[in-house]
């Protein structure tokens, strides 16, 4: 055991984490094509209740099974800030459109995907092929609220 540090011996933990995550992203993969494929079972059955309002959100939530199933994929491949908040969106719109849930239950869902909004506008400021970095908040608001004032003042002269 001379030879191994514990650096070493993270940085072999981290590499299995990994690679653990890729094979679970597989799996996931496989799982979303099987789910692709059994859409098309679920639209020609809601091709025939086309008047029952049930059997759309049925079809509504099979599709969003896929669609959350790729967001979660993408998550597990690249995970970033960005891909859990779209992984977070569809979460709650899946909830609060094919779930029946009462008037609080929609404005808290409402709310959630408001303040995942803010914080993906806000916190997590991304340039083209950078890292992901955090701006300071209040630091911004202060910037806007001073170019405004800038902008009345030379609205005055």
């Not at 993969?29 to 209740?49: C, D, K, M, R, S």
């Amino acid at each position: 055991m001379k030879g191994i540090t514990v650096d070493k011996l993270r940085k072999g933990l981290y590499q299995v984490s990994e690679g653990l995550e890729l094979i679970i992203a597989l799996v996931a993969v496989i799982g979303v094509v099987i789910a692709t494929l059994n859409l098309f079972p679920e639209l020609l059955l809601y091709w025939q209740n086309r008047t029952d309002a049930e059997a759309f959100l049925i079809f509504l939530d099979a599709v969003f099974d896929v669609v959350i199933g790729l967001e979660f994929i993408k998550m597990l491949c690249k995970p970033s800030s960005q891909n859990i908040m779209e992984v977070l969106i569809f979460l709650i719109a899946r909830h609060m459109i094919v779930q029946k849930t009462s008037a609080l239950e929609d404005l808290l869902s409402v709310v959630s995907i408001g303040i995942l909004f803010f914080f993906r506008r806000f916190m997590l400021a991304t340039k083209p092929d950078k890292e992901q970095h955090v701006p300071e908040l209040f630091g911004a608001i202060r910037n806007a609220g001073n170019k405004k004032e800038r902008e009345s003042a030379d609205s005055e002269e």
